[in-house]
């Protein structure tokens, strides 16, 4: 199966932006869909956006949608999440996770099997 190491996390002030990267290695990257997900302290792990396997269809949680864009270059295997307009809600680990299924915005976290370690962004003045 694909490993996922996520890439690019850090402290960014409220109103700027930032870019996630999640690379892959193994089997194939583009029998994946891929999506990213957040878990904020104290909180449970949320889904924030996700891409079919050809990069032709996303989805977005409404609290991102609009200001965050996911995209993936099947050549590099890499996917990424541009984040731009960054509120303090914002402040969370961020995920990538893959699946050979396409689950458009109701993934099923509880079963996933394929994560990467994470990567901590902070939106703080």
């Known amino acids: 199966q694909v490993q996922l190491v996520e890439s690019g996390g850090g402290l960014v002030q409220p109103g700027g932006s930032l870019t996630l990267s999640c690379a892959a290695s193994?089997?194939?990257?583009?029998?994946?869909?891929l999506g990213w997900f957040r878990q904020a302290p104290g909180k449970e792990r949320e889904f924030v956006a996700s891409?079919?396997?050809?990069?032709?269809?996303?989805n977005y949680d409404d609290a991102v949608k609009g200001r965050f864009t996911i995209s993936r270059d099947n050549a590099k295997d890499i996917v990424t999440l541009q984040m731009d307009s960054l509120e303090p809600e914002d402040t969370a680990v961020y995920y990538c996770?893959?699946?050979?299924?396409?689950?458009?915005?109701?993934?099923?976290?509880?079963?996933?099997?394929?994560w990467g370690q994470g990567t901590l962004v902070t939106v703080s003045s």
């Open positions: 996770a893959a699946d050979k299924a396409f689950y458009g915005s109701r993934w099923p976290l509880g079963t996933l099997e394929i």
């Open positions: 193994g089997r194939t990257f583009g029998d994946y869909a």
């Open positions: 891409v079919n396997w050809y990069g032709s269809d996303t």
